[in-house]
Protein backbone atom coordinates (compact mmCIF):
# COMPACT_ATOMS: atom_id res chain seq x y z
CA UNK A 1 0.00 0.00 0.00
CA UNK A 2 1.06 3.40 -0.42
CA UNK A 3 1.01 5.74 2.71
CA UNK A 4 2.15 9.12 0.42
CA UNK A 5 0.99 9.93 -2.78
CA UNK A 6 1.45 13.70 -4.55
CA UNK A 7 0.46 13.81 -7.98
CA UNK A 8 1.49 16.98 -9.90
CA UNK A 9 1.80 19.22 -7.24
CA UNK A 10 2.00 22.88 -8.50
CA UNK A 11 2.67 25.92 -6.15
CA UNK A 12 3.66 29.35 -6.99
CA UNK A 13 4.41 32.04 -5.61
CA UNK A 14 4.70 35.91 -6.35
CA UNK A 15 1.98 35.49 -8.74
CA UNK A 16 3.13 32.62 -10.67
CA UNK A 17 6.33 33.91 -11.30
CA UNK A 18 8.20 31.88 -8.82
CA UNK A 19 7.55 28.23 -9.11
CA UNK A 20 8.13 26.38 -6.18
CA UNK A 21 6.53 22.92 -7.77
CA UNK A 22 6.25 22.31 -10.90
CA UNK A 23 4.56 18.84 -11.28
CA UNK A 24 5.86 17.35 -8.85
CA UNK A 25 4.37 13.55 -8.05
CA UNK A 26 5.68 10.76 -5.50
CA UNK A 27 4.78 7.69 -3.82
CA UNK A 28 5.96 5.85 -0.69
CA UNK A 29 5.76 2.59 0.01
CA UNK A 30 4.13 1.89 3.51
CA UNK A 31 6.41 1.59 5.97
CA UNK A 32 9.57 2.74 3.96
CA UNK A 33 11.67 5.48 3.58
CA UNK A 34 11.89 7.78 1.08
CA UNK A 35 14.74 10.45 0.78
CA UNK A 36 14.01 13.76 -0.72
CA UNK A 37 17.26 14.93 -2.10
CA UNK A 38 17.43 18.49 -3.39
CA UNK A 39 19.51 21.79 -3.55
CA UNK A 40 17.64 24.39 -1.48
CA UNK A 41 15.25 26.02 -3.41
CA UNK A 42 14.66 22.52 -5.36
CA UNK A 43 11.14 22.39 -2.97
CA UNK A 44 11.59 19.90 -0.69
CA UNK A 45 10.41 22.15 2.37
CA UNK A 46 7.39 22.69 0.08
CA UNK A 47 6.59 19.27 -0.86
CA UNK A 48 6.70 18.73 2.94
CA UNK A 49 4.35 21.78 3.80
CA UNK A 50 1.82 20.57 1.50
CA UNK A 51 1.69 16.75 2.43
CA UNK A 52 1.46 18.10 5.89
CA UNK A 53 -1.09 20.05 5.43
CA UNK A 54 0.50 23.81 6.08
CA UNK A 55 0.26 24.79 2.58
CA UNK A 56 -2.19 24.54 -0.47
CA UNK A 57 -1.22 23.64 -3.66
CA UNK A 58 -2.45 25.46 -6.77
CA UNK A 59 -2.99 22.02 -8.49
CA UNK A 60 -2.68 18.72 -7.88
CA UNK A 61 -3.76 16.62 -5.40
CA UNK A 62 -2.10 14.26 -2.49
CA UNK A 63 -3.13 11.57 -0.47
CA UNK A 64 -1.79 10.94 3.08
CA UNK A 65 -2.59 7.17 4.94
CA UNK A 66 -5.16 6.96 2.14
CA UNK A 67 -6.66 10.23 3.22
CA UNK A 68 -6.83 13.51 0.85
CA UNK A 69 -4.90 16.11 2.39
CA UNK A 70 -6.71 18.69 0.37
CA UNK A 71 -10.16 17.65 1.39
CA UNK A 72 -9.75 16.28 5.37
CA UNK A 73 -6.71 17.78 6.34
CA UNK A 74 -7.93 17.62 9.91
CA UNK A 75 -7.84 13.71 9.91
CA UNK A 76 -4.72 13.88 8.04
CA UNK A 77 -2.81 16.18 10.79
CA UNK A 78 -4.45 13.26 13.20
CA UNK A 79 -1.98 10.74 11.65
CA UNK A 80 1.41 12.62 10.83
CA UNK A 81 4.28 13.77 12.73
CA UNK A 82 6.03 16.72 11.42
CA UNK A 83 9.76 17.92 12.71
CA UNK A 84 10.58 20.60 10.86
CA UNK A 85 14.22 22.19 9.54
CA UNK A 86 14.19 24.91 12.08
CA UNK A 87 13.54 22.95 15.80
CA UNK A 88 10.25 24.76 16.19
CA UNK A 89 9.58 24.42 20.25
CA UNK A 90 9.17 27.22 22.99
CA UNK A 91 12.78 28.12 23.96
CA UNK A 92 11.41 29.80 27.05
CA UNK A 93 9.95 26.12 28.44
CA UNK A 94 11.08 23.09 29.21
CA UNK A 95 11.52 20.20 27.34
CA UNK A 96 9.12 18.57 29.95
CA UNK A 97 6.86 21.47 29.49
CA UNK A 98 7.09 21.37 25.44
CA UNK A 99 6.49 17.54 25.21
CA UNK A 100 2.86 17.76 28.00
CA UNK A 101 1.45 21.11 26.17
CA UNK A 102 2.29 18.82 22.48
CA UNK A 103 0.58 16.21 24.46
CA UNK A 104 -2.58 18.02 25.56
CA UNK A 105 -2.76 19.55 22.20
CA UNK A 106 -2.61 16.18 20.51
CA UNK A 107 -5.75 15.44 22.80
CA UNK A 108 -3.80 13.00 25.30
CA UNK A 109 -5.06 13.34 29.12
CA UNK A 110 -3.04 14.74 31.66
CA UNK A 111 -1.77 11.86 32.42
CA UNK A 112 -1.39 10.01 29.24
CA UNK A 113 0.20 13.02 28.54
CA UNK A 114 3.15 12.75 31.24
CA UNK A 115 3.33 9.46 30.56
CA UNK A 116 4.31 9.84 26.60
CA UNK A 117 6.81 13.04 27.67
CA UNK A 118 8.62 10.89 30.59
CA UNK A 119 8.81 7.86 27.96
CA UNK A 120 10.26 10.30 24.81
CA UNK A 121 12.55 11.78 26.81
CA UNK A 122 13.43 8.57 28.35
CA UNK A 123 13.80 7.24 24.55
CA UNK A 124 15.59 10.42 23.32
CA UNK A 125 18.09 10.56 26.30
CA UNK A 126 16.91 13.65 27.68
CA UNK A 127 15.38 13.33 30.95
CA UNK A 128 18.65 14.63 32.31
CA UNK A 129 17.38 17.94 30.75
CA UNK A 130 13.80 17.36 31.21
CA UNK A 131 13.63 20.18 33.46
CA UNK A 132 15.62 22.48 31.69
CA UNK A 133 14.34 25.53 28.96
CA UNK A 134 15.07 24.50 25.67
CA UNK A 135 17.49 27.55 25.03
CA UNK A 136 19.87 26.02 27.31
CA UNK A 137 19.94 22.86 24.94
CA UNK A 138 22.31 22.04 22.29
CA UNK A 139 21.70 21.77 18.78
CA UNK A 140 21.26 18.42 18.42
CA UNK A 141 19.38 17.95 21.62
CA UNK A 142 16.88 20.50 20.59
CA UNK A 143 16.61 18.72 17.32
CA UNK A 144 15.86 15.43 19.46
CA UNK A 145 13.53 17.33 21.71
CA UNK A 146 11.34 18.55 18.16
CA UNK A 147 11.26 14.72 16.93
CA UNK A 148 9.82 13.63 19.50
CA UNK A 149 7.37 16.45 20.08
CA UNK A 150 6.44 14.54 16.16
CA UNK A 151 5.90 11.45 17.60
CA UNK A 152 3.36 12.20 20.72
CA UNK A 153 0.80 9.99 19.15
CA UNK A 154 2.84 7.33 17.41
CA UNK A 155 2.32 8.84 13.89
CA UNK A 156 1.79 6.74 10.64
CA UNK A 157 3.58 8.94 8.15
CA UNK A 158 6.17 10.89 9.54
CA UNK A 159 7.75 14.03 7.89
CA UNK A 160 11.77 15.11 8.81
CA UNK A 161 12.28 18.86 6.58
CA UNK A 162 16.21 18.29 6.75
CA UNK A 163 16.64 16.84 10.10
CA UNK A 164 20.04 17.22 10.37
CA UNK A 165 20.95 20.45 8.85
CA UNK A 166 23.11 22.75 10.88
CA UNK A 167 24.23 20.06 12.93
CA UNK A 168 27.64 19.09 14.19
CA UNK A 169 28.87 15.77 12.92
CA UNK A 170 28.14 14.34 16.43
CA UNK A 171 24.61 15.61 16.69
CA UNK A 172 24.49 13.99 12.87
CA UNK A 173 25.63 10.82 13.86
CA UNK A 174 22.82 10.58 17.19
CA UNK A 175 20.01 11.70 14.61
CA UNK A 176 20.57 9.46 12.46
CA UNK A 177 20.76 6.34 15.19
CA UNK A 178 17.38 8.24 16.58
CA UNK A 179 15.95 8.14 12.54
CA UNK A 180 17.33 4.29 12.56
CA UNK A 181 15.68 3.01 15.64
CA UNK A 182 12.46 4.86 14.24
CA UNK A 183 12.69 3.32 10.91
CA UNK A 184 12.96 -0.21 12.67
CA UNK A 185 9.57 0.72 14.31
CA UNK A 186 8.05 0.54 10.88
CA UNK A 187 7.27 4.21 10.07
CA UNK A 188 6.46 5.44 7.07
CA UNK A 189 9.20 8.32 6.42
CA UNK A 190 9.57 11.13 4.13
CA UNK A 191 12.75 12.80 4.57
CA UNK A 192 14.45 15.29 2.84
CA UNK A 193 18.09 16.06 3.09
CA UNK A 194 20.75 17.99 0.89
CA UNK A 195 23.28 15.46 2.38
CA UNK A 196 23.12 13.01 -0.55
CA UNK A 197 25.73 10.60 2.15
CA UNK A 198 22.38 10.77 4.34
CA UNK A 199 19.95 9.57 2.12
CA UNK A 200 22.09 6.86 1.14
CA UNK A 201 22.39 6.49 4.56
CA UNK A 202 18.75 6.56 5.76
CA UNK A 203 16.06 5.86 3.00
CA UNK A 204 15.35 2.77 0.83
CA UNK A 205 14.65 5.01 -2.14
CA UNK A 206 15.69 8.13 -3.09
CA UNK A 207 13.71 11.19 -5.28
CA UNK A 208 15.74 13.14 -6.54
CA UNK A 209 14.36 17.07 -7.14
CA UNK A 210 15.59 19.99 -8.51
CA UNK A 211 13.17 23.12 -9.37
CA UNK A 212 9.74 21.01 -8.13
CA UNK A 213 10.36 18.07 -10.27
CA UNK A 214 11.37 14.85 -9.63
CA UNK A 215 14.16 14.00 -12.19
CA UNK A 216 15.24 10.74 -10.73
CA UNK A 217 14.46 7.96 -8.40
CA UNK A 218 15.25 4.76 -7.53
CA UNK A 219 17.31 3.12 -4.51
CA UNK A 220 20.83 4.64 -4.12
CA UNK A 221 21.88 1.75 -5.92
CA UNK A 222 19.77 2.18 -8.77
CA UNK A 223 20.89 6.06 -8.97
CA UNK A 224 24.31 4.85 -9.60
CA UNK A 225 23.97 2.60 -12.15
CA UNK A 226 21.56 4.99 -13.96
CA UNK A 227 24.97 7.11 -14.02
CA UNK A 228 26.85 4.39 -15.19
CA UNK A 229 28.70 1.34 -14.28
CA UNK A 230 32.26 0.92 -12.55
CA UNK A 231 35.20 2.99 -13.31
CA UNK A 232 38.43 1.90 -13.32
CA UNK A 233 41.22 4.51 -11.69
CA UNK A 234 44.49 4.24 -12.03
CA UNK A 235 47.18 6.52 -10.79
CA UNK A 236 50.93 6.59 -12.67
CA UNK A 237 54.04 8.73 -12.85
CA UNK A 238 53.91 11.50 -14.92
CA UNK A 239 56.31 10.11 -17.58
CA UNK A 240 53.88 6.74 -17.40
CA UNK A 241 50.77 8.27 -18.51
CA UNK A 242 50.85 8.31 -22.03
CA UNK A 243 51.81 4.26 -21.85
CA UNK A 244 49.21 3.56 -18.92
CA UNK A 245 46.38 5.45 -20.78
CA UNK A 246 47.32 3.50 -23.89
CA UNK A 247 46.75 0.28 -21.90
CA UNK A 248 44.06 0.93 -20.46
CA UNK A 249 42.30 1.84 -23.63
CA UNK A 250 43.14 -1.60 -25.37
CA UNK A 251 40.91 -3.11 -21.97
CA UNK A 252 38.17 -0.76 -21.47
CA UNK A 253 37.91 -0.48 -25.19
CA UNK A 254 37.16 3.75 -24.82
CA UNK A 255 39.64 6.43 -25.02
CA UNK A 256 40.33 7.05 -21.17
CA UNK A 257 39.68 10.32 -19.01
CA UNK A 258 43.22 11.66 -18.29
CA UNK A 259 43.76 14.21 -15.32
CA UNK A 260 47.02 15.23 -15.86
CA UNK A 261 46.94 17.08 -12.88
CA UNK A 262 46.68 14.46 -10.22
CA UNK A 263 48.37 11.72 -13.24
CA UNK A 264 45.37 9.83 -12.76
CA UNK A 265 43.87 7.95 -15.78
CA UNK A 266 39.95 6.35 -15.59
CA UNK A 267 37.36 4.85 -17.80
CA UNK A 268 34.16 3.24 -17.84
CA UNK A 269 34.52 -1.00 -17.69
CA UNK A 270 32.04 -3.49 -17.89
CA UNK A 271 33.29 -6.30 -16.02
CA UNK A 272 34.81 -4.67 -13.24
CA UNK A 273 37.28 -6.94 -11.37
CA UNK A 274 38.31 -9.16 -14.76
CA UNK A 275 38.97 -5.71 -16.22
CA UNK A 276 41.36 -5.01 -13.50
CA UNK A 277 43.40 -8.04 -13.65
CA UNK A 278 43.79 -7.35 -17.44
CA UNK A 279 44.72 -4.06 -17.15
CA UNK A 280 47.78 -5.08 -14.02
CA UNK A 281 49.01 -7.92 -15.91
CA UNK A 282 49.42 -5.34 -18.44
CA UNK A 283 50.94 -2.79 -16.88
CA UNK A 284 53.14 -5.58 -14.69
CA UNK A 285 54.46 -6.45 -18.81
CA UNK A 286 54.94 -3.03 -19.29
CA UNK A 287 57.09 -2.81 -16.20
CA UNK A 288 54.26 -0.02 -14.99
CA UNK A 289 53.62 0.19 -11.46
CA UNK A 290 50.97 2.45 -10.94
CA UNK A 291 50.77 4.27 -7.49
CA UNK A 292 46.89 3.53 -7.35
CA UNK A 293 44.74 1.35 -8.85
CA UNK A 294 41.13 0.57 -8.46
CA UNK A 295 37.37 0.56 -9.49
CA UNK A 296 35.36 2.72 -8.18
CA UNK A 297 31.19 2.71 -8.08
CA UNK A 298 29.95 6.44 -9.09
CA UNK A 299 29.27 8.06 -5.68
CA UNK A 300 25.92 9.75 -5.57
CA UNK A 301 27.60 13.11 -5.67
CA UNK A 302 28.16 12.37 -9.52
CA UNK A 303 24.68 11.33 -9.32
CA UNK A 304 23.78 14.54 -8.63
CA UNK A 305 25.69 16.43 -11.10
CA UNK A 306 24.67 14.23 -13.75
CA UNK A 307 21.34 14.74 -13.29
CA UNK A 308 21.28 18.20 -12.23
CA UNK A 309 24.42 19.40 -14.05
CA UNK A 310 25.47 21.15 -10.85
CA UNK A 311 26.94 20.38 -7.66
CA UNK A 312 24.80 19.53 -5.06
CA UNK A 313 24.56 22.34 -3.15
CA UNK A 314 25.38 25.73 -2.35
CA UNK A 315 24.55 26.99 0.97
CA UNK A 316 25.82 30.69 1.83
CA UNK A 317 24.11 30.98 5.37
CA UNK A 318 26.87 31.43 8.13
CA UNK A 319 25.16 30.07 10.49
CA UNK A 320 25.27 26.62 9.07
CA UNK A 321 28.70 27.29 8.05
CA UNK A 322 29.83 24.33 10.93
CA UNK A 323 28.11 21.20 8.62
CA UNK A 324 29.69 22.70 5.12
CA UNK A 325 33.19 22.34 6.56
CA UNK A 326 32.47 19.10 8.18
CA UNK A 327 30.49 17.20 5.54
CA UNK A 328 31.63 19.47 2.21
CA UNK A 329 34.38 18.03 0.17
CA UNK B 1 -16.54 22.67 21.09
CA UNK B 2 -15.35 21.04 23.89
CA UNK B 3 -12.27 20.25 22.47
CA UNK B 4 -11.69 23.49 20.87
CA UNK B 5 -11.95 25.46 24.59
CA UNK B 6 -9.30 22.83 26.06
CA UNK B 7 -7.10 23.77 22.85
CA UNK B 8 -6.89 27.10 23.33
CA UNK B 9 -6.54 26.94 27.42
CA UNK B 10 -3.48 24.58 26.63
CA UNK B 11 -2.23 27.21 24.66
CA UNK B 12 -2.50 30.09 27.32
CA UNK B 13 -1.35 27.84 30.09
CA UNK B 14 1.77 27.59 28.05
CA UNK B 15 1.95 31.47 27.88
CA UNK B 16 1.76 31.21 31.82
CA UNK B 17 3.62 28.68 31.74
CA UNK B 18 6.34 31.07 29.94
CA UNK B 19 5.61 33.85 33.07
CA UNK B 20 6.83 31.12 35.37
CA UNK B 21 9.76 30.23 33.37
CA UNK B 22 11.18 33.15 32.80
CA UNK B 23 9.53 35.92 35.29
CA UNK B 24 11.92 38.69 34.17
CA UNK B 25 9.83 38.98 31.35
CA UNK B 26 7.06 39.87 33.82
CA UNK B 27 8.95 42.38 36.08
CA UNK B 28 10.23 43.88 33.34
CA UNK B 29 6.82 44.28 31.67
CA UNK B 30 5.42 45.48 35.01
CA UNK B 31 8.43 47.88 35.98
CA UNK B 32 7.83 50.22 32.93
CA UNK B 33 4.40 50.87 33.35
CA UNK B 34 5.20 51.46 37.13
CA UNK B 35 8.25 53.59 36.09
CA UNK B 36 5.58 55.56 34.28
CA UNK B 37 2.96 56.16 36.74
CA UNK B 38 6.24 57.67 38.94
CA UNK B 39 7.45 59.60 35.74
CA UNK B 40 4.04 61.68 35.03
CA UNK B 41 2.91 61.98 38.68
CA UNK B 42 6.54 63.90 39.58
CA UNK B 43 6.97 65.15 36.28
CA UNK B 44 3.54 66.18 35.03
CA UNK B 45 1.77 66.28 37.95
CA UNK B 46 3.85 69.61 38.96
CA UNK B 47 3.52 71.48 35.97
CA UNK B 48 -0.47 70.79 34.98
CA UNK B 49 -2.89 72.40 37.23
CA UNK B 50 -5.70 69.70 37.03
CA UNK B 51 -8.11 71.24 39.26
CA UNK B 52 -9.94 68.16 40.50
CA UNK B 53 -10.02 66.82 43.74
CA UNK B 54 -6.57 64.82 44.59
CA UNK B 55 -4.90 66.28 41.89
CA UNK B 56 -3.21 65.37 38.28
CA UNK B 57 -2.41 61.44 39.90
CA UNK B 58 -6.34 61.01 39.32
CA UNK B 59 -6.40 61.80 36.01
CA UNK B 60 -3.32 60.39 35.09
CA UNK B 61 -4.09 56.80 36.24
CA UNK B 62 -6.68 55.75 34.21
CA UNK B 63 -4.49 57.55 31.62
CA UNK B 64 -1.70 55.28 31.91
CA UNK B 65 -4.04 52.60 32.59
CA UNK B 66 -5.32 52.57 28.96
CA UNK B 67 -2.08 53.25 27.50
CA UNK B 68 -0.73 50.15 29.02
CA UNK B 69 -3.61 48.14 28.09
CA UNK B 70 -3.44 49.29 24.35
CA UNK B 71 -0.15 48.53 24.08
CA UNK B 72 -1.33 44.82 24.72
CA UNK B 73 -1.67 44.99 20.71
CA UNK B 74 1.97 45.35 21.04
CA UNK B 75 2.90 41.97 23.40
CA UNK B 76 0.35 39.72 21.07
CA UNK B 77 2.03 40.58 17.63
CA UNK B 78 5.28 40.32 18.84
CA UNK B 79 4.98 37.28 20.51
CA UNK B 80 2.85 35.69 17.43
CA UNK B 81 5.91 37.23 15.61
CA UNK B 82 8.55 35.13 17.66
CA UNK B 83 6.61 31.83 17.33
CA UNK B 84 6.24 32.23 13.55
CA UNK B 85 9.76 33.12 13.08
CA UNK B 86 10.74 29.86 15.12
CA UNK B 87 8.11 27.88 12.81
CA UNK B 88 6.04 27.05 16.49
CA UNK B 89 3.23 28.37 14.65
CA UNK B 90 3.93 25.91 11.74
CA UNK B 91 3.81 23.00 14.51
CA UNK B 92 0.26 24.16 15.68
CA UNK B 93 -0.84 24.27 12.32
CA UNK B 94 0.10 20.40 11.55
CA UNK B 95 -1.66 19.20 14.84
CA UNK B 96 -5.18 18.46 14.90
CA UNK B 97 -6.52 21.68 16.92
CA UNK B 98 -9.35 23.92 16.18
CA UNK B 99 -7.92 26.26 13.81
CA UNK B 100 -8.89 29.22 16.27
CA UNK B 101 -6.95 27.55 19.42
CA UNK B 102 -3.95 29.43 18.52
CA UNK B 103 -5.07 32.34 18.49
CA UNK B 104 -7.95 32.65 20.80
CA UNK B 105 -5.25 31.27 23.32
CA UNK B 106 -2.49 34.10 22.76
CA UNK B 107 -4.95 36.68 22.88
CA UNK B 108 -6.80 35.08 26.25
CA UNK B 109 -3.09 34.82 27.15
CA UNK B 110 -2.07 38.20 27.53
CA UNK B 111 -4.98 39.54 28.85
CA UNK B 112 -4.22 37.28 31.78
CA UNK B 113 -0.43 38.71 31.85
CA UNK B 114 -2.79 42.14 31.88
CA UNK B 115 -4.51 41.47 35.52
CA UNK B 116 -1.24 41.26 37.04
CA UNK B 117 0.45 44.83 35.22
CA UNK B 118 -3.15 46.29 36.20
CA UNK B 119 -2.59 45.21 40.19
CA UNK B 120 1.00 46.26 40.36
CA UNK B 121 0.14 49.39 38.46
CA UNK B 122 -2.64 50.41 40.80
CA UNK B 123 -1.13 49.29 43.90
CA UNK B 124 1.69 51.52 42.82
CA UNK B 125 -0.56 54.19 41.77
CA UNK B 126 -2.41 53.99 45.61
CA UNK B 127 1.23 54.61 47.16
CA UNK B 128 1.52 57.87 45.01
CA UNK B 129 -1.70 59.27 46.01
CA UNK B 130 -4.39 57.54 43.73
CA UNK B 131 -7.36 57.43 45.36
CA UNK B 132 -10.70 56.05 43.20
CA UNK B 133 -13.83 57.36 44.89
CA UNK B 134 -16.32 55.50 42.86
CA UNK B 135 -16.96 52.72 45.03
CA UNK B 136 -15.60 49.18 44.80
CA UNK B 137 -18.52 47.81 42.22
CA UNK B 138 -17.39 50.86 39.70
CA UNK B 139 -13.75 50.40 40.38
CA UNK B 140 -14.23 46.79 39.82
CA UNK B 141 -16.09 47.58 36.67
CA UNK B 142 -13.30 50.03 35.85
CA UNK B 143 -10.95 47.18 35.46
CA UNK B 144 -12.89 44.99 33.82
CA UNK B 145 -13.45 47.73 30.90
CA UNK B 146 -9.68 47.88 30.75
CA UNK B 147 -9.12 44.30 30.34
CA UNK B 148 -11.80 44.03 27.86
CA UNK B 149 -10.13 46.88 26.10
CA UNK B 150 -6.73 45.59 25.76
CA UNK B 151 -8.55 41.78 24.85
CA UNK B 152 -10.56 44.05 21.89
CA UNK B 153 -6.71 45.84 20.34
CA UNK B 154 -4.56 42.07 21.04
CA UNK B 155 -6.54 40.51 17.90
CA UNK B 156 -5.29 43.92 15.81
CA UNK B 157 -1.55 42.44 16.84
CA UNK B 158 -2.82 38.91 15.92
CA UNK B 159 -3.22 40.49 12.75
CA UNK B 160 -0.23 42.38 12.96
CA UNK B 161 2.23 39.24 14.45
CA UNK B 162 0.82 36.85 11.76
CA UNK B 163 1.29 39.46 8.63
CA UNK B 164 4.89 41.18 9.39
CA UNK B 165 5.97 37.61 10.86
CA UNK B 166 9.36 38.84 12.28
CA UNK B 167 9.90 40.06 15.52
CA UNK B 168 11.88 42.97 15.18
CA UNK B 169 9.89 44.45 12.48
CA UNK B 170 6.51 43.60 14.74
CA UNK B 171 8.21 45.46 17.58
CA UNK B 172 9.20 48.61 15.55
CA UNK B 173 5.88 48.52 13.58
CA UNK B 174 3.15 48.60 17.16
CA UNK B 175 5.50 50.86 18.54
CA UNK B 176 5.68 53.56 15.59
CA UNK B 177 1.63 53.40 15.86
CA UNK B 178 0.44 52.85 19.21
CA UNK B 179 2.47 55.55 20.88
CA UNK B 180 1.00 58.07 18.90
CA UNK B 181 -2.53 56.95 19.36
CA UNK B 182 -1.87 56.68 23.64
CA UNK B 183 -0.43 60.39 22.89
CA UNK B 184 -3.41 61.76 21.00
CA UNK B 185 -5.27 62.01 23.58
CA UNK B 186 -6.70 63.31 26.72
CA UNK B 187 -4.48 60.62 28.63
CA UNK B 188 -2.15 62.87 29.90
CA UNK B 189 -2.81 66.23 29.26
CA UNK B 190 -6.33 68.10 27.91
CA UNK B 191 -6.47 67.79 24.46
CA UNK B 192 -7.43 72.13 24.18
CA UNK B 193 -3.98 72.74 23.55
CA UNK B 194 -3.80 70.78 20.42
CA UNK B 195 -4.28 72.08 16.84
CA UNK B 196 -8.17 72.04 15.93
CA UNK B 197 -7.76 68.55 13.28
CA UNK B 198 -5.76 67.05 16.20
CA UNK B 199 -8.43 67.49 18.51
CA UNK B 200 -11.08 65.71 16.63
CA UNK B 201 -8.61 63.17 16.25
CA UNK B 202 -8.56 63.00 19.77
CA UNK B 203 -12.10 63.15 20.44
CA UNK B 204 -12.80 60.01 18.70
CA UNK B 205 -9.71 58.13 19.85
CA UNK B 206 -10.64 54.86 21.29
CA UNK B 207 -7.81 55.37 23.62
CA UNK B 208 -9.72 59.10 24.47
CA UNK B 209 -13.25 57.51 25.44
CA UNK B 210 -11.58 54.56 27.14
CA UNK B 211 -9.43 57.13 29.57
CA UNK B 212 -12.96 59.34 29.54
CA UNK B 213 -14.76 56.23 30.43
CA UNK B 214 -12.60 54.84 32.65
CA UNK B 215 -12.29 58.21 34.92
CA UNK B 216 -15.80 58.23 34.86
CA UNK B 217 -16.02 54.77 36.39
CA UNK B 218 -12.81 55.26 38.57
CA UNK B 219 -15.40 58.61 39.98
CA UNK B 220 -12.88 61.33 38.78
CA UNK B 221 -14.34 64.16 36.51
CA UNK B 222 -13.01 64.11 32.93
CA UNK B 223 -11.87 67.93 32.71
CA UNK B 224 -9.22 66.69 29.88
CA UNK B 225 -11.69 65.90 27.82
CA UNK B 226 -14.73 66.99 26.17
CA UNK B 227 -13.46 70.20 24.42
CA UNK B 228 -15.72 69.68 21.29
CA UNK B 229 -18.18 68.62 23.12
CA UNK B 230 -18.59 65.66 20.73
CA UNK B 231 -20.72 62.33 21.30
CA UNK B 232 -17.98 60.11 22.03
CA UNK B 233 -16.54 62.67 24.46
CA UNK B 234 -20.26 62.93 25.89
CA UNK B 235 -20.95 58.90 25.73
CA UNK B 236 -17.26 57.59 26.72
CA UNK B 237 -18.54 54.35 27.86
CA UNK B 238 -21.06 53.46 25.12
CA UNK B 239 -18.70 54.84 22.51
CA UNK B 240 -15.93 52.68 24.27
CA UNK B 241 -18.09 49.21 24.25
CA UNK B 242 -18.70 49.95 20.57
CA UNK B 243 -15.24 50.24 19.37
CA UNK B 244 -14.54 46.88 21.46
CA UNK B 245 -17.66 45.34 19.82
CA UNK B 246 -16.32 46.62 16.74
CA UNK B 247 -12.67 45.92 17.15
CA UNK B 248 -13.42 42.32 17.73
CA UNK B 249 -15.66 41.66 15.03
CA UNK B 250 -13.48 42.84 12.25
CA UNK B 251 -9.85 41.84 13.63
CA UNK B 252 -11.03 38.18 15.13
CA UNK B 253 -12.95 36.76 11.86
CA UNK B 254 -9.83 38.18 9.92
CA UNK B 255 -6.88 37.19 12.31
CA UNK B 256 -8.13 33.66 12.63
CA UNK B 257 -8.56 33.53 8.66
CA UNK B 258 -4.92 34.62 8.67
CA UNK B 259 -3.87 31.91 10.51
CA UNK B 260 -5.76 29.18 8.66
CA UNK B 261 -3.69 30.55 5.13
CA UNK B 262 -0.58 31.98 6.62
CA UNK B 263 2.34 30.48 5.38
CA UNK B 264 5.98 30.31 5.94
Redesign the interface.
Known amino acids: MKSIIAQDLVKTYDKGTVKALDGLSLEVEEGTVLGLLGPNGAGKTTTV?VL?????PDSGSATVAGIDVLKHP?EV??V?G?S???????????GW?NLT??G????LNSAASKKRAEELLEKFSLTDAAKR?IRTYSGGMRRRLDLA?SLIVKPKVLFLDEPTTGLDPRGRMEMWGVIDELVKGGVTLLLTTQYLEEADHLADSIAVIDTGKVIARGTADELKNQVGGERLEITVEVDQIAEATRLVEQVAGTTPTVDAGIRKISAPVSNGSASLIQVLRLLDDAKIHPLDIGLKRPSLDDVFISLTGHVAEVVTEEVVGGKNASKRK | ML?SV??FL?IT??QL??MI??PEVLIFATIQPAMFVLLFRYVFGGAIDSGVDGGYVQLLMPGIFVQTVAFTLAATAVGLAADMQ???I????????SRSAVVIGRTVGDTLQNVVTLVVMGLVGFLVGWRPSSGPVKIFLGFLFLLAFGYSMSWIGVLIGLSVREERVAQNLVFMTVFPLTFLSNAFAPTTGMPKILQYFAEWNPVSTMVAACRELFGTENIFGATANSWPSQNPILMSLIYMVLLVAIFAPISVRKYV?V?K
Open positions: RATLLTDRKILGQYAALDETLTDMFRLYHPA | QSDVKRLQRIKGLDRFRSLPIRS
